[in-house]
């Protein structure tokens, strides 16, 4: 057993978790953050998809003991109290869901998409960036309309701050 | 996955101090091979030791010789950096299309050399740009570094701290990857050295994992064209022949990517 001391949406954390125990299942089972989904377990899925110092990861393919010290974002820490991310709302408005069970990995590889080229981004592009997130329900059409909707969001949103 | 115990080294030494305490250690570097085949149950270590918050063993920069990429540093950093994209182009193409964005945002340099998985990439750069590999005890050329499936000539408890790329005239990199895992089902980097040599390695496609090839090899050196490599013979014996491909349709593969590879090194 180890104390793991990390920072996960902006508030500092600490946990007593087996050496062996991941990421995921730090932020799912210890701190109840149940909104990263374990999917394929075999980091093929990207459901499980968080932020660790800004940079999208697989959470199932990372050890709680890695993170200590690092800075993880989940899909319950982006939105602004009722606000919701650019991203959630594109995907909202865009019927870029079906069962949902996908969603916050494709939201949180969606942001990191965005942030990596600048928010400049085509279809192609956004489709091939989305090789390690998988979607069983929507044939993706609606997703990539989401993403590149919250790009421009994301843009707007950050030229005004 | 078994139980294990967790370390964190902040130097080189610190590292290969905490492996040799160990039963059964292992070096975790981003771990994208290694965590998946413990949870699996495939291995199970003692001890992990991670080595990628070692300062020491992250970064890209110029030598008097070409360029060098400490071992812990990831793909997505090797696809971005300036230095690397100015020497050697080809590198960042490569970096840039290993697993996917979050896999290669973890996925290191040396991570992928020490594991030497038969379809991965980097070896196929490393062997054809006849790099160096440092480890904390010695430097080994590529030639004698690779030496069958997940098999090198790392010795127990060796640590890759960094590899040195001389500078190269044109390389280029084209890969096939298998549709789910993007793995190479075959991947070629092709490499022309200042002095005219010609070096080309295929990865994925040997049953003995990276391996050069000679025929691409001697038509590219007469003549430094895609169309050159139109009649060479691309034997299909001791290639792998599973359910994604032939051993035939992998000899086809190496032809095809080569030219690809050329094409892509201008």
Request: glycine residues 8%.
């Amino acid at each position: 057993m180890s104390t793991v001391k990390l920072t996960v949406n902006g508030k500092a954390v600490s946990a007593e978790v087996e050496d062996r125990t991941l990421l995921v299942h730090l932020l799912r089972d210890h701190l109840n953050l149940t909104g990263t989904h374990v999917g394929c377990d075999t980091s093929q899925c990207g459901a499980c998809v968080v932020h660790i110092d800004g940079q999208a990861v697989k959470s199932c393919t990372v050890l709680a003991a890695q993170a200590a010290g690092s800075s993880v974002t989940t899909i319950e820490g982006i939105a602004k109290g009722d606000e919701l991310h650019p991203m959630q709302a594109a995907f909202r408005d865009n019927h870029g869901l079906q069962c949902g069970f996908c969603t916050p990995g494709m939201i949180m590889s969606a942001i990191d998409i965005v942030h990596r080229h600048s928010g400049q981004l085509d279809e192609a592009t956004v489709r091939h960036e989305l090789e390690g997130n998988i979607c069983r329900c929507t044939g993706y059409h609606n997703i990539v309309k989401a993403v590149l909707d919250a790009a421009g969001r994301m843009k707007v949103a950050q030229a005004a701050e | 996955m078994y139980e294990t115990t967790y370390h964190r080294a902040s130097s080189v030494d610190e590292a290969a101090a905490l492996f040799a305490k160990g039963k059964e250690a292992k070096y975790l570097a981003g771990g994208q091979t290694l965590l998946p085949v413990m949870k699996q149950r495939l291995a199970s270590p003692s001890d992990v030791i991670d080595l990628a918050k070692i300062k020491d063993m992250v970064g890209c920069s110029g030598t008097t010789s070409g360029i060098q990429i400490k071992a812990a540093t990831t793909h997505y950093d090797v696809s971005q950096d300036a230095t690397v994209r100015k020497a050697i182009p080809a590198l960042c193409a490569l970096a840039s299309q290993i697993g996917d964005p979050a896999v290669r945002h973890r996925g290191t340099i040396g991570g992928s050399l020490a594991n030497n998985d038969p379809a991965a990439d980097y070896p196929a750069a490393v062997l054809a740009l006849n790099a160096t590999i440092k480890t904390n005890k010695r430097t080994i050329a590529a030639d004698d570094f690779f030496q069958g499936l997940f098999s090198t000539a790392l010795e127990d408890g060796e640590i890759i701290t960094a590899v040195d790329f001389p500078v190269v005239d044109k390389a280029g990199y084209a890969k096939f990857p298998h549709p789910a895992s993007r793995f190479a089902l075959t991947g070629v980097f092709v490499a022309r050295m200042p002095d005219g040599d010609v070096r080309v390695a295929a990865t994925g496609a040997s049953q003995n994992g990276v391996m050069r090839v000679g025929p691409i090899e001697a038509a590219l050196k007469a003549n430094w064209s895609a169309s050159a490599i139109d009649s060479v013979t691309i034997s299909a014996d001791g290639l792998l022949n599973d359910i994604h491909g032939t051993a035939d349709y992998r000899a086809n593969l190496i032809k095809v990517m080569a030219q690809r590879a050329v094409q892509a090194a201008g």
